[in-house]
Nanobody, 115 residues
Framework: QVQLVESGGGLVQAGGSLRLSCATS????????MGWYRQAPGKQREWVAT???????YYAGPAKGRFTISRDNAKNTVYLQMNSLKPEDTAVYYC?????????WGQGTQVTVSS
């Protein structure tokens, strides 16, 4: 069964940084754009950023200028570098393909930003 395994979340003060990682199988990683999504308490899951197979990167408004998505094709891993974090970035962060596949949602990784 194909899995996506997210890691790197934690508790950080406002203005701090975190780097999230997501590892998956080559069969998924090599042919798909990969994305990060997040779900804050009481809100719907939302798209954060995408990196396509050519390493082109695209961001939702709140992530522009602060987050950087990248992929390591040798490691089948996608990263999300998050800088200048704000309390409103607090959420569970998930990775998935873009468009997402329902069967690939994992446990996510919790990011908590304190003010």
């Amino acid at each position: 069964q194909v899995q996506l395994v997210e890691s790197g979340g934690g508790l950080v003060q406002a203005g701090g940084s975190l780097r999230l990682s997501c590892a998956t199988s080559r069969s998924i990683f090599s042919i798909n754009a990969m994305g990060w999504y997040r779900q804050a308490p009481g809100k719907q899951r939302e798209w954060v950023a995408t990196v396509d197979t050519g390493a082109g990167a695209y961001y939702a408004g709140p992530a522009k200028g602060r987050f950087t998505i990248s992929r390591d094709n040798a490691k089948n891993t996608v990263y999300l570098q998050m800088n200048s974090l704000k309390p409103e970035d607090t959420a569970v962060y998930y990775c998935n393909t873009v468009p997402n596949m329902r069967t690939l949602w994992g446990q996510g990784t919790q990011v908590t930003v304190s003010s």
